[in-house]
């Protein structure tokens, strides 16, 4: 009896080990970069001009290094059943549904101004810049210059894309976006 039970033994552990070994999860081994955050905007006036300054982080939360990239910064435009579908805060949502009356009311005055959607009146800006290589886990902080306008008017709504040309394989290609929303500074 007692070698039968040896071997038993035997047996259940070598499945045991053979089971742990087979069913370990293999963990991914690519780059993945995310916007970790984006800082609120400063103004920078330089003569009578406005810029609006913003710093960004970016970091590669993949196994592996990634290749250099580019990220984009611009104005984003949401109705209130996007920004649900986005599970923004509800801060957030009273920001857009604001902007959608505050924008109702503009059309009405100026129905001819290009700047004036269903949800939003402000100007549109874009801006892109280079994002170096990153070895795993590295961040970098990147600073975007919006020329000649001040994202505030009176809310601040930013939308941030890293490798928005979708140039670098990933482990996760839907975490490279993150928005920024903010009532005017005071």
């Not at 970069?33 to 590669?60: C, F, M, W």
């Not at 920001?95 to 503009?106: Q, T, V």
């Not at 700047?115 to 280079?130: M, P, Q």
Request: net charge negative; glycine share 2%; proline share 3%.
């Amino acid at each position: 009896m007692t070698n039968i039970f040896k071997t038993l033994l035997f047996i259940s552990i070598l499945f045991s080990f053979s089971f742990i070994l087979f069913t370990k999860k293999k963990v991914k081994k690519c780059p993945d970069l995310t916007v970790r955050e984006i800082q609120e905007p400063h103004i920078l006036d330089s003569a009578g001009i406005k810029y609006s300054v913003i710093k960004v982080t970016i970091q590669n939360i993949g196994k592996l290094a990634s290749k250099a990239t580019s990220a984009k910064i611009y104005d984003i435009d949401l109705n209130l059943q996007q920004a649900k579908d986005l599970f923004l805060r509800l801060d957030q949502r009273e920001i857009i549904e604001e902007n959608r009356i505050m924008a109702d009311k503009l059309r009405k005055k100026d129905p001819n101004n290009p700047d004036i959607t269903d949800s939003d009146y402000d100007k549109f800006v874009e801006d892109s810049l280079a994002i170096p290589a990153l070895n795993s886990g590295e961040i970098t902080t990147v600073t975007f210059v919006i020329k000649e306008h001040w994202v505030y008017d009176p809310y601040c709504e930013l939308e941030v894309e890293v490798d928005f040309e979708d140039g670098i394989v990933e482990c996760n290609e839907i975490n490279n976006k993150k928005q920024y929303f903010s009532k005017a500074i005071k």
